[in-house]
């Protein structure tokens, strides 16, 4: 119901803790200061940074494209589709995870809602069957 249930205080983290991510097609690596890099796991050639938006908390691959999830600095969740040359295509307010296709959000409101992603195809489909 998402009621608190415990508080812990532990020590700081150590600032040079690293975090690995894997796709079929990506590699990435997030050091918990500084910008996430991307290499093509094929190639082994490094894509690009990640923009540093808070903390990257896990990468999943849909279609080719790269669905980045942070956590900001003031501890809310946030998603990313990012095409193959790391460039924008959706930023999701509250997204926390991506699950059998699913984007999944978490609302402040305590609402947890779910939703396919879809193509600009797709939606035009569908925005055609509405109107018929």
Not at 12 to 41: C, M, N, R, W
Not at 78 to 86: A, V
């Amino acid at each position: 119901d998402g009621k608190l249930i415990e508080t812990k205080s532990v020590d700081k983290p150590d600032k040079d803790i690293v975090t690995e991510f894997e796709t079929e097609s990506y590699q990435v690596t997030s050091p918990l200061h500084g910008a996430a890099t991307v290499k093509d796991k094929k190639s082994g050639k490094e894509i690009g940074e990640l923009k540093k938006n808070g903390y990257l908390a896990y990468v999943y691959e849909y279609e080719g494209d790269i669905i980045a999830i942070f956590t900001s600095d003031e501890g809310s969740k946030y998603g990313l589709i990012l095409d193959d040359k790391l460039e924008t295509l959706a930023e999701l307010p509250y997204l926390t995870d991506f699950y059998k296709n699913m984007l999944i959000f978490d609302y402040p409101t305590g609402s947890i809602k779910s939703t396919s992603v879809y193509s600009i195809d797709e939606l035009i489909d569908i925005a055609h069957k509405r109107q018929s």
